[in-house]
């Protein structure tokens, strides 16, 4: 489990993970390095995700889907690390990392704006502002993520995600 803000110790960290001291010197010189570590991670994983998707020829609802599914997936896999994540993003700004979180936004953001246009484009989807679109995808993420971790009896899980994308 990840405590909130950059208070670990090494040590404790060692021990969650279940290694010794001096390997986490080893790999993170800092409690900085370590954090940086785990937002690489989180960006590298739904980098290949929006890759994969991009490469695709589906039905673009089908894409969109399939992309908030897997997105869903890595979150159910990693909530640790996104409750530290929203933690350092949410919390108050001395002490955390110098942190530019609009880089992946912004990734995810286009990735959604180009699959909106190709629906578009096909027909598939009816003429709007794939800005707004995608905002709109990306709350309907965002809340159902935040729901399970913060008030998980009042989430909709993955079943929710589905059926609210199915609006």
Not at 85 to 98: S, T
Request: proline share 4%; glycine share 6%.
């Amino acid at each position: 489990h990840v405590r909130v803000g950059l208070t670990l110790k090494r040590e404790e960290v060692a021990e969650m993970a279940g290694v010794t001291k001096p390997a986490v010197y080893y790999h993170f010189d800092s409690k900085e390095g370590l954090y940086r570590a785990i937002l690489g991670d989180a960006q590298l994983r739904l980098e290949a995700l929006l890759t994969s998707e991009r490469a695709s020829t589906d039905l673009v609802r089908a894409r969109v889907e399939r992309l908030f599914l897997r997105v869903w997936a890595l979150f159910e896999r990693k909530k640790d690390a996104v409750r530290f994540i929203n933690a350092v993003f949410w919390g108050p700004r001395q002490g955390a990392p110098p942190t530019d979180f609009t880089l992946l936004q912004k990734a995810f953001n286009s990735a959604l704006e180009r699959l909106i246009q190709d629906g578009m484009a096909s027909g598939e989807l009816r003429r709007a502002d794939p800005a707004d679109a995608a905002q709109a995808l990306l709350a309907l993420m965002s809340h159902s993520m935040d729901l399970a971790l913060a008030y998980p009896r009042l989430s909709g899980g993955k079943a929710g995600l589905v059926r609210c994308l199915d609006l």
